[in-house]
Nanobody, 125 residues
Framework: VQLQASGGGLVQSGGSLRLSCVAS????????IGWFRQAPGKEREGVSC????????RYDDSVRGRFTISRDNAKKMLYLQMDNLKPEDTAVYYC???????????????????WGKGTLVTVSS
């Protein structure tokens, strides 16, 4: 299983970015998938996830209303549209897959089994 996130960069506060994650080596549609981030000196935290079972979505309170997660199962792609970015959103962003099927997704990073290399998002004030 391979995951690769892209789309990070430097943006001013209030700006937007769209992250992408491409997956290979698995039946992408069968699994829950999520976005996570880790800022320097901080623990990895869940941002958002989307379930395979019913398409249900979860967001961390810190990003709800600003970020939108989506998936394209045919292309094996996961996306994160990030709007109204704030300096506190600065982090390395990762996509990850939970290989436990048949349940709704969670934003607890320790539940996830496959991780891609991250992409750095820097939001200047």
């Amino acid at each position: 299983v391979q995951l690769q996130a892209s789309g990070g960069g430097l943006v001013q506060s209030g700006g937007s970015l769209r992250l992408s994650c491409v997956a290979s080596g698995l039946n992408f549609a069968a699994y829950n998938i999520g976005w996570f981030r880790q800022a320097p000196g901080k623990e990895r935290e869940g941002v958002s996830c989307i379930s395979s079972k019913d398409g249900s979505i979860r967001y961390d309170d810190s990003v709800r209303g600003r970020f939108t997660i989506s998936r394209d199962n045919a292309k094996k792609m996961l996306y994160l549209q990030m709007d109204n970015l704030k300096p506190e959103d600065t982090a390395v962003y990762y996509c990850a897959i939970d290989n436990l099927v048949g349940v709704r997704c969670t934003t607890h990073y320790y539940e996830y089994d496959y991780w891609g290399k991250g992409t750095l998002v820097t939001v200047s004030s």
